[in-house]
Nanobody, 121 residues
Framework: QVQLLESGGDLVQTGGSLRLSCAAS????????MGWYRQSPGKQRELVAT???????NYADSVKGRFAISRDNAKNTVYLQMNSLKPEDTAVYYC???????????????WGQGTQVTVSS
């Protein structure tokens, strides 16, 4: 009923930039927090950045100063601007959203399908 559709993953060189987008659609009444997570093979999925409806943000220490999360509430979309990319940023990036669905207004977390970001050295 609710889907998160991601885009923007690509192969880039060290120092390059990418912008990831994630648009939520379906039976949505409202969306609370949204965030980006990433996972490399053999590793646990880790938080990259989160943003509340009001715009408060949190970042993993490894991306502070390089990544910026933002959202467009009118479009139910969250973005991740990634600058000064490093090989260690290589991972599958996943979008997450806490969604309040239409009546009966139940709240659930949803995940996107993931988008591959590869940074070459």
């Amino acid at each position: 009923q609710v889907q998160l559709l991601e885009s923007g993953g690509d192969l880039v060189q060290t120092g390059g930039s990418l912008r990831l987008s994630c648009a939520a659609s379906g039976n949505i009444f409202s969306i609370n927090a949204m965030g980006w997570y990433r996972q490399s093979p053999g590793k646990q999925r880790e938080l990259v950045a989160t943003i509340t409806t009001g715009g408060s943000t949190n970042y993993a220490d490894s991306v502070k100063g390089r990544f910026a999360i933002s959202r467009d509430n009118a479009k139910n979309t969250v973005y991740l601007q990634m600058n000064s990319l490093k090989p260690e940023d290589t991972a599958v990036y996943y979008c997450n959203a806490e969604v309040i669905r239409g009546a009966p207004y139940w709240k659930s977390n949803y995940w996107g399908q993931g988008t591959q970001v590869t940074v070459s050295s």
